[in-house]
């Protein structure tokens, strides 16, 4: 008898241990995050199970990392930029006057490393001028970044001529089609920016400053942290980053491009950060969470490509993401306040 009642209540506990370690486990990694890892999944079960002889193969895995790559890194500061209560339009364009600025390096100096800096310093500017314009002019993100992005697309048609600029440069050219020890350099670049990212965000002071000021500059202010500063700093690092991202692209076309291969990354980097839990309102959002919406969003390209839906059907399943995104950021905004 003390056998039989004991069994029900071991199996009770275990029960309960587990449940316990289930929701300890989800803690960790975020409600939002554990919901975005099972979006992920479900995607990949549908595209896996429509094209099983294709999608899991290595080469396609790899595929999908390199062309997550430039999306990942722009997402990644943008990420930053939504947490801090900001908003950058312009890193498309960004990366087009960068990819031009690096192409025109490459001729002028015959120097891949010197070129990269040179993208990056251009990108830097570029938000600086970003982060002037949104601070000193007192002007809303949304607008001075919407300006600003025809001002440097226009900057670099002005620069190119309008036309593509060819690199020759074969060294160059291996950070777009090369690897090491297997891993294609353009994914071990968007994980080392994204390492550097996470710790900046989640281990150190400036990180913990960036989310005051999100979720209030006026507290944050009076708390003696000099707002300005960061908003100016943060949008050079979003520049900076989209500079890099333009090299990645450089890199992987033989160009430089005024206008093709960065057109809508801007709206993709923010579908992305905002599906990966950033509140629009600024102060909330997370690094693993931003990588993670590029994640969906790169599955969900291969996959409608893969199947052979229409170009055209594929603009229309990301705008319906970045609407549902938003949606869902209002929603959580609403309930958690």
């Given at each position: 008898?003390?056998?039989?009642?004991?069994?029900?209540?071991?199996?009770?506990?275990?029960?309960?241990?587990?449940?316990?370690?289930?929701?300890?486990?989800?803690?960790?990694?975020?409600?939002?995050?554990?919901?975005?890892?099972?979006?992920?999944?479900?995607?990949?079960?549908?595209?896996?199970?429509?094209?099983?002889?294709?999608?899991?193969?290595?080469?396609?895995i790899l595929n999908i990392?390199?062309?997550?790559?430039?999306?990942?890194?722009?997402?990644?500061?943008?990420?930053?930029?939504?947490?801090?209560?900001?908003?950058?339009?312009?890193?498309?364009?960004?990366?087009?006057?960068?990819?031009?600025?690096?192409?025109?390096?490459?001729?002028?100096?015959?120097?891949?490393?010197?070129?990269?800096?040179?993208?990056?310093?251009?990108?830097?500017?570029?938000?600086?001028?970003?982060?002037?314009?949104?601070?000193?002019?007192?002007?809303?993100?949304?607008?001075?970044?919407?300006?600003?992005?025809?001002?440097?697309?226009?900057?670099?048609?002005?620069?190119?001529?309008?036309?593509?600029?060819?690199?020759?440069?074969?060294?160059?050219?291996?950070?777009?089609?090369?690897?090491?020890?297997?891993?294609?350099?353009?994914?071990?670049?968007?994980?080392?920016?994204?390492?550097?990212?996470?710790?900046?965000?989640?281990?150190?002071?400036?990180?913990?400053?960036?989310?005051?000021?999100?979720?209030?500059?006026?507290?944050?202010?009076?708390?003696?942290?000099?707002?300005?500063?960061?908003?100016?700093?943060?949008?050079?690092?979003?520049?900076?980053?989209?500079?890099?991202?333009?090299?990645?692209?450089?890199?992987?076309?033989?160009?430089?491009?005024?206008?093709?291969?960065?057109?809508?990354?801007?709206?993709?980097?923010?579908?992305?950060?905002v599906l990966g839990g950033?509140?629009?309102?600024?102060?909330?959002?997370?690094?693993?969470?931003?990588?993670?919406?590029?994640?969906?969003?790169?599955?969900?390209?291969?996959?409608?490509?893969?199947?052979?839906?229409?170009?055209?059907?594929?603009?229309?399943?990301?705008?319906?993401?970045?609407?549902?995104?938003?949606?869902?950021?209002?929603?959580?905004?609403?309930?958690?306040?």
């Amino acid at each position: 008898m003390t056998h039989l009642k004991a069994e029900p209540i071991a199996a009770a506990a275990d029960r309960l241990r587990r449940r316990t370690t289930l929701r300890g486990a989800i803690q960790r990694i975020g409600t939002h995050n554990f919901s975005l890892l099972i979006a992920l999944s479900v995607l990949i079960a549908i595209f896996g199970s429509l094209r099983p002889d294709v999608f899991f193969l290595l080469r396609n895995i790899l595929n999908i990392g390199q062309a997550i790559a430039i999306l990942g890194i722009l997402a990644t500061a943008q990420t930053i930029v939504i947490i801090s209560g900001g908003l950058d339009i312009s890193v498309g364009a960004v990366v087009g006057v960068s990819t031009v600025g690096i192409a025109l390096a490459v001729g002028w100096t015959g120097s891949p490393i010197l070129s990269i800096l040179f993208g990056v310093v251009v990108g830097a500017a570029a938000g600086i001028i970003n982060g002037l314009v949104i601070t000193v002019g007192r002007i809303n993100a949304v607008i001075a970044t919407l300006g600003t992005m025809a001002v440097f697309r226009g900057v670099a048609f002005i620069i190119s001529n309008g036309q593509s600029i060819s690199i020759f440069d074969p060294a160059f050219r291996f950070i777009g089609d090369g690897k090491i020890l297997g891993v294609p350099v353009t994914i071990s670049v968007l994980v080392v920016v994204v390492a550097i990212f996470f710790v900046l965000m989640q281990y150190t002071i400036t990180g913990r400053n960036i989310y005051a000021i999100g979720g209030n500059p006026v507290v944050a202010r009076l708390a003696g942290l000099n707002v300005r500063a960061y908003q100016i700093g943060i949008y050079m690092l979003s520049g900076a980053t989209a500079g890099l991202a333009g090299m990645l692209l450089a890199a992987r076309t033989g160009s430089g491009q005024p206008i093709s291969g960065s057109e809508g990354l801007e709206l993709e980097a923010i579908t992305a950060a905002v599906l990966g839990g950033c509140a629009l309102t600024g102060g909330k959002g997370t690094i693993i969470g931003g990588l993670l919406g590029v994640l969906i969003i790169g599955v969900l390209d291969n996959g409608l490509i893969l199947t052979s839906v229409p170009t055209f059907y594929q603009m229309v399943a990301k705008g319906v993401l970045l609407i549902a995104a938003v949606i869902i950021a209002e929603q959580q905004a609403r309930r958690y306040g």
